[in-house]
């Protein structure tokens, strides 16, 4: 036995494989194994009214490059960066706050974080309806009613509404891992700091900040890559005049019947993002995490 | 199937390949599936024709009846009561589940889902269906109660003769407005001509659905709503941009809450939604306009992977909501209108007199049904991006 | 300087430390209100909506209580709820397991297929849900596997749930636990680890002794995250589950096209107070074990 250990010691590709392995099986056959079909799907000709005919082209890539889908691409790629960054900004002190509750609290408060979102999506959308409404909306009519304001703000049916939706539907996916790294920060690693430095922004810049990047990273990852697909809200909270990448994908499958376009562009997305999360992962793994 | 089986074999093919990557430290630079590897896929496929051949199988003669059937239906467009009514007669229970557009339930069935006995498509998605041999036919002696069927949804153009569906309920597609705040509006012209200093400007909506909204500009601009003519088109498609300006947005689901709310003041839309609505806000009116509309029919149908078993029990389901007051239960629970004569007999008077149910002659002739429109239909969805996208 | 004056600035200092310091934290206590107050403004007007005498979840018609008792008759409801609850259970707790593994291996070791298993786990985070939902369907009818479902009797409720769902499920929540649990890994000590290496020379031990319980709260995160999504996922669970079987947003998302009625917000009001009570009840118990127990389980 103990041999084994010793000699499964020796070889570490072999212990992270055997960690791996499970997921690596799941994942291989669920999930790599049907994204296989997209790809072969998204060189083929459409069925007039869904599926495909078994004829290969590359018509279906070239019509990614259309200025019109272009300009969605932009589009939605401006909108999850400001939804990544209002969320960012909104969700970080929340996260050093629940971190730095005495211990026994901050599982409640994390708790609480995600009750919110235990219950309907569409229900929580049609909620903000309510709210943000141009002219019935509770806080157009509380605002007009104090007197605060004579002609309604435009809340709904625009760009505001869909980040508002979408930076509240993110928020926990932020929030989650920022709080898991804060929550290990060594207290007297910061009251050390705080005597060597004394001020609180250098504290923050210098010691808690590049300790909590690995947070920060992955919550913006899970916040920026939904809000870029994200179909539900803009159609909703956004009034459905503005087209996101995430509308034209899922209209290719529920309204185009144009399966291999939709297969290319998702393709298309997510190579973008791959390429772009392994970047990342390649310059600042290596280097910076490991120096922290 | 043969395709399938190819697919089946590719895959298998590249999982191999990509354990062998595994196996050769080397490779490790290669992750994604092969390129290589996707053309051999497509290539021996070729000679495969798309054809998912319906399977007619004759039943044998008797056959007994599944004990249970899945109903995939709209959701709210059944009065659970019929379900009971049909287990205590006969013993067969049905399920139902839903779904909430015709495109959602079409790809459902092509991605290959089975076990469902009854599907509700609308007019066009039948024509598709059977197109695409998804159903399967009626036995017609089994459904001796489509004799009740109004002569008028005898011939319809996508299932004539009703060979594989039982028309349900249908309906037309028009304009609500509130009668308190907006007057009648006469022509689509509210929406395609849109005046900037009128109280609705800024606070109408339409439907989130490409077809129904070319169609509105169509019959405003006079021509066939199933137009492939590129010209009329490209027409009806600055239309639709220039009524964009006036829309507080694009709506399918919510938009009859709205109006009830007052958020908005006029809306385009179906009229069960308006009528259902109208128990919340009593000023909601529905009219078509003077230059046309859409009418559509509903119908139940059997898709082709149900078991005999499972079809010969729906085919059971189909003949008992066909009978005069069950026809009259499932209109009063959904305010649509009913294509079944005989039950018409046993609705109100006000019902079968209210004219957003059941329009006068000379609006329904200026009806017309939305029909698939094959290689057009991605013509439809370009221009409907642009619209989108237009500023 | 003398000592005494030493002294008398270093406690002005720590006075006005301190000072600043209560104002610090009275702005973060506000801050923590209102970020909550966002979080549940929303739930509050659902909570409200599901008394309201009206079919419409945009309009105040008056008080009552009958969404409640539709909900109580409306089996199917009742059913996608529990329905909803095993495939959150089940897939959850089968991805935290291979998903934290999966995250040990890619954070504490170099090895040959990193960067592809890197990938392979960054691409369901990646693709658009609807891409994932059609090829998911069109692999498990391909394939023959995975629409058989898995009858169950769960607390009572009997319960056929396909396999396909929780396997669909589950290939989305790997990754989301894994990114939860890495970052946790990423910033943790290994110094400790390695002490504890050297002490127990056991790393079996130095896992669950030392590893393990610094690792609990992403682990509880990333299982938190999991079952947030799985209670909320719409469109795979949608194309993924056979003929008859509904979750809850299943069932809702049916239901948008011919009305979404305030019997929904009664369900959601119904999980919220659910939900609440289960935190109580953690509450509660963590008080109680709070004397012999300092250092155990930091998240409840």
Known sequence: MSKLITWLRQRASLQAWLLLLPSALWLFIFFIAPLFIVLVYSFLERGTYGGVVWHFTLENYRRVFDPLYLKTFWRSFYIAVLTTVFTLVLGYPLAYYIATRPQRQRGTWVLGLMIPFWTNFLVRTYAWLTLLRTHTGLINLTLMHLGWIHKPLPLFGNDTAIIIGLVYGWLPDMVLPIYATLERLDRSLLEAAMDLYASGPKVFARVIWPLSLPGVVAGSMLVFIPSLGAFVTPAILGGGKALMIGNIISNQFLAAHDWPFGSALSFVMMAVMLVATLVYFRVTSDEERRQL | MKQRLVLLVSLLVVMGLLLAACGTPKQQATQAPKPAATEAAAQPTKAAQPTQAPQPTEAPKEVQPAKEIVFYNWSEYIDPKVYELFEKETGIKVVEDNFSSNEELLAKLQGGATGYALIVPSDYTVKIMIDQGMLAPLDRDKIPNLKNIAPRFRNVYYDPGNKYCVPYQWGTTGIGYLSDKVKKPESWSVFFDPDPNAPWYGRMTMLDDAREAFAAALVYLGYDINTTDEKQLEEAKQALIRAKAALSGYDSDTYEDLLASGENLIAHGWNGDFLQAMEDNENIAYTIPKEGGVIWVDNVCIPASATPEQKVAAEMFLNFILRPDIGAMISEYNYYATPNKAAEAKLDADFLNDPSVYPPKDVLDKLQFIKPVGKAESLYQRMWDEVKAAP | ?300
């Open chain 3, 1 to 300: 300087m003398s000592e005494q004056a030493l002294s008398r600035a270093l406690s002005r200092r720590s006075q006005l430390a301190r000072l600043k310091k209560q104002v610090s934290d009275l702005l973060f206590h506000a801050y923590g209100f209102w970020g909550y107050l966002f979080l549940y403004f929303p739930i509050i007007i659902l909570v409200v909506f599901s008394f309201n005498d009206s079919r419409s979840t945009a309009q105040w018609a008056g008080f009552t209580t009958h969404w409640y008792a539709d909900m109580l008759k409306d089996h199917q409801i009742i059913l996608s709820l529990w329905n909803s609850l095993f495939v959150a259970i089940v897939s959850t707790t089968v991805s935290v397991i291979i998903g934290t593994l999966a995250a040990l291996a890619m954070e504490r070791y170099r090895f040959w297929g990193k960067l592809m298993m890197d990938a392979v786990l960054y691409l369901p985070i990646i693709i658009p849900d609807i891409a994932m939902a059609i090829m998911l369907l069109i692999f498990f009818d391909i394939s023959g596997i995975g629409f058989e479902p898995w009858k169950v009797n769960f607390f009572g409720a009997h319960l056929a749930v396909p396999y396909s769902v929780i396997i669909g499920h589950v290939a989305f929540n790997i990754s989301f636990v894994a990114v939860v649990v890495r970052a946790r890994l990423a910033q943790m000590d290994q110094v400790l680890e390695e002490a504890a290496q050297d002490l127990y020379a056991d790393p079996w031990r130095t896992f669950w002794r030392v590893t393990f319980p610094m690792l609990l709260p992403g682990i509880l995160g990333g299982a938190l995250l999991a079952f947030t999504l799985s209670m909320d996922d719409f469109v795979i669970t949608f194309f993924t589950s056979g003929a008859g079987f509904n979750t809850l947003p299943v069932r809702v998302f049916g239901m948008i096209k011919k009305g979404v009625t305030p019997k929904i917000n009664a369900v959601s009001t119904l999980m919220l107070l659910f939900s609440l009570m289960l935190v109580a009840i953690s509450l509660i118990l963590s008080r109680g074990g709070e004397k012999g127990d300092s250092s155990g389980n930091p998240m409840f």
